[in-house]
C-alpha cells in the first residue's frame, strides 16, 4: 500500500481531487501482497481471532476537534485506513499516531537522509539539507466513497489511479472507483490480521457509495463496526453563529432533491451543496413561493480556520460563486458548502464566535524548527490564525566534544556549585552527554540548578530535577536571572564554579552578571546554531511583500537569521517580540517593533499580539490589504 503521501501524488498532501479523479485505489496484485504478508501487522487494536475488522470511522466536518472520544481513540491505534481525499489533513496526520514505527521504516528513513546528506555534500553544498518529517506507521490508501450504479447499470465516470507494483509515480493504473471493490481490498487486508479503518468525511451512514461498502464487507464475512461521525450541516451554523433551533431540516442536493418536500418542511434549511448548485438553490425554492429576500449564509471550509461565511438571499445567493464574487476573490470555491438558509440567519452577528477572534484568518510567520514550533502555533491558532513555521535555525553539536565532556566530569566530581540552563536545547545537549557516559539524573544531586524561564525549567522538570532558582515572572530571561541569583560567599558556598552550557552565539550578558556576583563561571559550548537554508520561494515572496500579517520573534538569532535567508519583513507586517534583547536587535535590522510582551514567554508573546490587533480593529487602525503583483502583458514588438 502507499506509505503516508499517497501514491501518484508526488508528495502532495493531501493529494488533489476533482470530479473526475480521484486518489487512489490500490492495484490488485499489491492486495495479494498484503494477504501474503502476515507480519505487517502493527495496528493498536487486537483483532478478532486471527482476523481483524473494518471500522468505518466519520472524520466529522473537518476540524479534528470536532472528531468524537472513539473515532480518534481508533484513528490514533490503527495503521491501516482507507480514506475519502475530502478527509482534511488535520485529521489524516492522526492515522496510526500512537502506533509504534515499524523498525524496517525507520532505517529505510535514515538510509535516506545519509543518501541526501551524501549527495548534498558531493554537490559542495555548505550545510546539511534540511531533515524530512519522520516517518509513521500509518499505511494510507485514499479512495472515493464510490461510484453508484444508476438503474440502467452504468457506473460513473468517476475513475482511480494507482501505482503497479514497483512503479513510480508516472505508471499509474486506472481501477474503477467502485464500492466493491474497495471493500475487497479492506477485507484482504483485515483476513491478513489487520484492523482496518474506513475513514469518511462526515458520517459514514451519510454516503450512499460508503453503505454500499458496508453491505460487500459483511457479504465477505468480516465483521465491521460504525463510528459515527458529527456532519457539517450539524456542525457549521454552530461555528458561524446561526441559531437554527430544534425545528430545521438538513438535506445534501449534490445528487438532487425533492425541493417540493424542502419548501413544504418550512424554515430554516441547511443545505450541502456545490457551488454549481447555488443558481438551482435559489430558483428551485423561490418557485414554490419563498421569497428572494429570505436571508441565506454560505459557509466555506466549515470548522477550519479556513473558515468564510457571507451573508447573502436567496436572490443575490448565485453571485456567491461568480467569478467576480466575493468567495472567487478569496480563491478557489472548495466542492462542498454549507447553505443555511432561514430568518434566524440574519441575527447570526450576534452568536459569531468562531470568525470574530482577533487573529482570525491572518496568517503568522513563525521563525522556529518544527520541533519548538509546536507551542506558540497552537496558541495562535487558539486565536484564530493560520501559522506558518519557517525554520531559521539548525542546532548542530559543538565542533568539539572535548569542553563537554570535561564538563560532565566536573558535575561528577562536584567541581561545580551551579549549572544554569539557559535553553531547552541547553538542557537536551546537556541530558545526552550525560546518557553517553552512562549517567543519569542522579549525577546532579549535589548541584544546584538554574533555569532562565519556565518552558526551560519544565524541560528539567521532565528529566525529574527540580531547578532551585527561575527570573520572577516579568523579566524571563539573562538580567532577570541575574538580578535573583545569589551573590557568592565564600563563608557559605565551598565551591564557587558556576557550568552556564549554551549555545556558541550566546551573549554575554548573564556571564559578566555572575562573575560581578563573585562567582566562577565556565561557559561551555553544548550546541551550534547554524543558519537555516532559505525558504521556498514563495516564502519569501510572502515575507517581503506582506503575505504574513504578523511574524512572531523568540530571540535575537531569530530576527538575524530571518532577514539573512529571507530579507526584512514588509512593512504592513506587524512584528512581535518576546522581550527587550531580540526587539532591539529587530531595530538594528530596520524593523518596526509593534508588540512586546510585559513578561517574555511564548504564550504572553502570542496573547500581546491578539491584543494589539483587536485593539487596532476596534480603532479601525489595521494594516491595509497586501498588494498583489500585477502580471505585465506582454507587448508586442
Not at 553544498?125 to 500509518?138: K, L, N, Q, S, V
Not at 470548522?303 to 457571507?310: D, E
Not at 498588494?627 to 514588438?637: G, L, P, V
Request: with cysteine.
Amino acid at each position: 500500500m502507499a506509505a503516508r503521501g499517497g501514491v501518484g501524488t508526488k508528495g502532495r498532501w493531501p493529494p488533489p481531487t476533482s470530479s473526475k479523479l480521484v486518489d487512489t485505489l490500490v492495484h490488485p496484485a499489491r492486495v495479494a501482497k498484503i494477504e501474503s504478508r502476515t507480519d505487517m501487522t502493527v495496528s493498536g487494536m487486537d483483532p478478532v481471532g486471527q482476523q481483524g475488522r473494518v471500522l468505518f470511522v466519520g472524520a466529522g466536518p473537518g476540524n479534528p476537534e470536532l472528531l468524537t472520544v472513539r473515532a480518534r481513540d481508533v484513528i490514533e491505534h490503527t495503521a491501516y485506513a482507507w480514506v475519502d481525499p475530502a478527509v482534511l489533513n488535520g485529521v489524516q496526520s492522526l492515522i496510526a499516531a500512537k502506533v509504534p514505527v515499524p523498525q524496517h521504516k525507520l532505517d529505510a528513513a535514515e538510509k535516506e537522509w545519509e543518501q541526501r546528506v551524501a549527495a548534498a555534500r558531493e554537490a559542495g553544498a555548505r550545510r546539511r539539507p534540511p531533515r524530512p518529517e519522520p516517518p509513521t506507521a500509518a499505511e494510507i490508501v485514499f479512495a472515493a466513497p464510490g461510484a453508484v450504479v444508476d438503474a440502467d447499470g452504468d457506473d460513473a465516470d468517476e475513475v482511480a489511479t494507482a501505482s503497479t507494483e514497483g512503479g513510480d509515480d508516472s505508471a499509474a493504473v486506472m481501477v474503477p472507483a467502485d464500492p466493491a471493490v474497495i471493500a475487497q481490498q479492506m477485507v484482504a487486508c483485515a483476513k491478513a490480521g489487520n484492523d482496518v479503518i474506513r475513514l469518511v468525511a462526515g458520517n459514514p451512514l451519510s454516503t450512499p457509495g460508503v453503505l454500499l461498502e458496508l453491505q460487500e464487507v459483511e457479504n465477505l464475512g468480516v465483521e465491521f463496526q460504525v463510528v459515527p461521525g458529527m456532519t457539517g450541516s450539524v456542525a457549521v451554523p454552530a461555528f458561524t453563529g446561526i441559531r437554527v433551533g430544534p425545528d430545521v431540516t438538513t438535506a445534501d442536493v449534490r445528487g438532487g432533491a425533492d425541493w417540493d418536500q424542502l419548501a413544504g418542511a418550512g424554515l430554516p434549511l441547511i443545505l450541502t451543496a456545490a457551488p454549481s448548485d447555488l443558481m438551482g438553490i435559489a430558483s428551485e425554492l423561490k418557485a414554490r413561493s419563498i421569497p428572494g429576500s429570505t436571508p441565506a449564509t454560505v459557509t466555506l471550509h466549515g470548522t477550519t480556520r479556513r473558515q468564510r461565511s457571507y451573508d447573502v438571499t436567496l436572490d443575490t445567493l448565485k453571485s456567491i460563486a461568480a467569478a467576480s464574487g466575493p468567495a472567487a476573490k478569496e480563491g478557489e470555491l472548495p466542492d462542498e458548502l454549507i447553505v443555511t438558509i432561514g430568518s434566524e440567519v440574519g441575527n447570526r452577528s450576534k452568536y459569531s464566535w468562531w470568525e470574530n477572534r482577533a487573529l482570525y484568518g491572518w496568517t503568522v510567520l513563525v521563525p522556529r524548527a518544527k520541533n519548538q514550533a509546536g507551542p506558540m502555533s497552537a496558541r495562535l491558532a487558539s486565536h484564530g490564525a493560520i501559522p506558518v513555521e519557517v525554520p531559521t535555525i539548525s542546532v548542530e553539536p559543538p565542533r568539539t566534544p572535548v569542553q563537554m565532556e570535561r564538563a560532565i566530569k566536573g558535575i561528577v566530581d562536584g567541581h561545580y556549585h551551579w549549572v544554569v540552563f539557559t535553553s531547552v536545547n541547553a538542557v537536551k545537549a546537556t541530558w545526552e552527554k550525560l546518557q553517553e557516559f552512562g549517567l543519569d539524573a542522579r549525577a546532579l544531586a549535589g548541584v544546584r540548578v538554574a533555569a532562565v524561564g519556565p518552558k526551560t525549567a519544565q524541560s528539567v522538570l521532565d528529566l525529574g530535577i527540580t531547578p532551585e532558582l527561575l527570573p520572577k515572572d516579568n523579566a524571563r530571561n539573562a538580567s532577570g536571572l541575574v538580578d535573583v541569583f545569589p551573590a557568592y560567599d565564600p563563608d557559605v558556598d565551598m565551591v564557587d564554579k558556576v557550568l552556564l552550557p549554551r549555545a556558541d552565539i550566546a551573549t554575554d550578558v548573564l556571564v559578566d552578571g555572575l562573575i560581578d556576583l563573585g562567582w566562577d563561571v565556565e561557559d561551555v559550548v553544548a550546541y551550534r546554531t547554524v543558519r537555516a537554508a532559505p525558504p521556498s520561494p514563495e516564502i519569501r515572496d510572502m515575507i517581503k511583500t506582506g503575505g504574513f500579517d504578523a511574524v512572531c520573534f523568540t530571540s535575537s538569532s531569530t530576527v538575524k537569521n530571518l532577514v539573512g535567508i529571507a530579507g526584512k519583513p514588509h512593512a504592513r507586517t506587524i512584528i512581535a517580540c518576546i522581550g527587550p534583547m531580540a526587539a532591539q536587535t529587530a531595530r538594528e535590522h530596520g524593523l518596526r517593533v509593534d508588540v512586546m510582551p510585559e513578561a517574555a514567554g511564548v504564550p504572553e508573546l502570542v496573547d500581546a499580539l491578539a491584543e494589539h490587533v483587536a485593539d487596532l480593529r476596534a480603532k479601525g487602525q489595521l494594516p491595509p490589504p497586501r498588494k498583489r503583483r500585477r502580471r505585465r502583458k506582454k507587448t508586442s514588438s
